[in-house]
């Protein structure tokens, strides 16, 4: 039989082109840390549950570097990455000091008052109206509401989870099965632990070879790709694709290839944190369901309660506040819950805001800190981890030519990406209208908000977000998130002057008297984060 590329000049040189390509069969990771970790068990997954043989992943790691570890917060995408990769719920929630998370507390970033607050809920609106709910939310406001003095946030009318964790419910039942719901969620965890666990079950599981040494040098080929990493005790370690997870050294993409670093300071004012580890008064205190985002003077303050103990934080602008200063507003805060804050151990750690100009040079690919950091508001470190990892792994490049190929899209995704979570970020700031410090005012500037999210905000004064005004198919940040901000902190978007009809209306009014529904039987029946988590100590999840 001819085969089919036998007389095509064009068909028998694209495949003799291919195969005198570099097959990429050794990746080697340089780095460990949650970042690494994740990266290397993403991949051994997706491989091993494909194929048989012909590829190896290689994680090295030094062990004079200590983890930064105060990545706490998670997406939902964590339940995904966690399953693929084989991991029991069970087992992860038991030896990670994890809780559950269904969003974000944003309180005193709108007027500093004692009652300012809103949420930003992990779970979505639903059904064939979910886009239009803002917009009759806007024009008729509270349908279902009996007492017409109550006023109802936008969240809690779009989501039961408002109401969720304001009384400290856990997302779903002891006989709920593993990584279901019930109420969407994510984690909360004790970073330092998560790293130790995914590092053994890489080890033990997905058979990642795992070298702690120390990086000497690293040595290019003759046509410019890295050949090898050379380490003091294990020699040269060779590969087709290298993955810098070396945190903000950047050791292969920022030092070795010199690719600049984008800076974004200008736009995200912040650049330093105090974090400090708080004990709970006793073993049962109860777990706060989400994270709790407190604005100060010149920054806001973290807290995240672990089934252990809650991690702490103040995010600040030295241009606005000093080190001392700083340190005293996290006391303050401290102070409401922990009899001595004098005895906890405060740790500093600097923030320089920005992220790489590509993120895929030649046959190296940063993820994690090497690839830039924003800030911990509203926990993307981990989410940008764990879907640049996915993207390698759904994508891995059979060979160099592919690479080429695959890394040109990765680096417009993740470019893209970055810019929008930074606008995301930024709407945070400066729709604030607190006057109490140049901070915030600053933040308001039109200088200091970039050009795309003055465009949108120009377009949303007039109709609510739509997932169409975004050009990407998946967003980090989908439209429900921005109007969950938006009007949580008194965005005014206008109604539609051409009005609505009877039977869109009685579909906007028949969803929010289904949330409000759903929100009673959630709070008849959903048992406290705490209960929960000790439940799942003693008796685990049942298995999916």
């Known amino acids: ?179 279901d719901a019930i109420a969407n969620y994510a984690y909360h965890l004790d970073a330092g632990l998560f790293s130790e666990f995914l590092k053994q079950h890489c080890i033990k599981v997905l058979n990642v070879k795992h070298v702690v040494d120390d990086v000497m040098a690293v040595t290019n080929n003759d046509d410019g790709d890295i050949a090898c990493v050379s380490t003091a005790e294990h020699g040269d370690l060779s590969g087709d694709l290298f993955i810098d997870c070396s945190g903000f050294k950047s050791l292969l993409l920022g030092e070795h290839y010199q690719v600049g670093f984008k800076s974004c300071k200008d736009v995200l004012f912040v650049d330093n944190a105090i974090a400090v580890q708080v004990p709970y008064s006793d073993e049962n205190s109860p777990i706060a369901s989400h994270t709790i985002s407190t604005a100060q003077t010149a920054g806001w303050i973290w807290d995240i309660g672990l089934s252990s103990r809650r991690g702490v934080g103040h995010v600040y602008s030295s241009r606005y506040i ?22 906890l151990t405060f740790r500093k750690i600097p923030i320089n805001p920005g992220y790489r100009e590509k993120f895929w040079h030649r046959n190296c690919v940063a993820i994690g800190l090497s690839a830039g950091f924003l800030e911990p508001l509203e926990a993307s470190a981990l989410l940008l981890v764990e879907i640049s990892a996915n993207m390698i792994a759904e994508q891995l490049p059979a060979n160099r030519q ?100 009877t039977e869109a209306s009685e579909k906007a009014y028949e969803k929010f008297k289904q949330v409000n529904l759903q929100t009673s039987q959630y709070k008849a029946n959903l048992m406290s984060n705490r209960d929960l988590i000790n439940s799942i100590k003693q008796y685990g999840l049942q298995r999916v």
């Not at 570099?22 to 840390?33: E, P």
């Not at 990769?85 to 944003?106: H, L, P, Y």
């Not at 340190?327 to 805060?333: A, F």
């Not at 933040?443 to 990407?472: C, G, T, V």
């Open 1 to 179: 039989m001819t085969n089919k590329n036998e007389n095509h000049p064009i068909g028998n040189k694209v495949v003799s082109q291919i195969d005198s390509k570099k097959l990429t069969k050794n990746i080697v990771i340089v780095g460990g840390g949650t970042a690494g970790w994740i990266t290397a068990g993403t991949l051994a997954a997706k491989l091993t549950s494909q194929h048989v043989k012909n590829f190896s992943v290689t994680l090295v790691e030094s062990s004079n570097i200590p983890p930064i570890g105060v990545g706490e917060g998670t997406w939902p995408t964590m339940r995904r990455t966690l399953k693929n990769m084989g991991i029991k719920e069970t087992d992860f929630i038991r030896e990670c000091n994890v809780s559950f998370k269904q969003g974000a507390k944003f309180a005193k970033w709108v007027t500093g008052k004692h009652d300012d607050y809103y949420y930003h809920p992990l779970m979505l609106p639903e059904g064939p109206i979910k886009d239009n709910l803002a917009s009759h939310w806007l024009s008729i406001q509270f349908p279902y509401n009996e007492n017409p003095k109550k006023q109802y946030s936008f969240s809690m009318c779009l989501s039961p989870q408002e109401a969720i964790c304001e009384a400290g419910l856990a997302p779903k039942l002891i006989t709920t099965a593993e990584y």
């Open 322 to 343: 000093s080190e001392h200063a700083a340190i005293e507003e996290l006391k303050q805060y401290l102070s409401a819950t922990v009899n001595d804050v004098e005895q």
């Open 402 to 501: 592919c690479m080429e190929i695959v890394s040109e899209r990765f680096n417009q995704t993740f470019t893209y990406r970055w810019e929008r979570i930074i606008d995301f970020l930024k709407l945070h700031y400066m729709l604030s209208q607190r006057q109490d410090s140049d901070f915030w005012c600053d933040n308001r500037k039109p200088e200091s908000i970039p050009s795309s999210l003055k465009s949108l905000l120009s377009l949303w004064q007039y109709q609510p977000p739509s997932d169409n005004d975004f050009i990407h198919a998946t967003e980090v940040f989908p439209a429900a998130s921005y109007q969950y901000v938006l009007y949580g902190m008194g965005f005014k978007t206008a109604s539609s002057h051409w009005g609505y009809s």
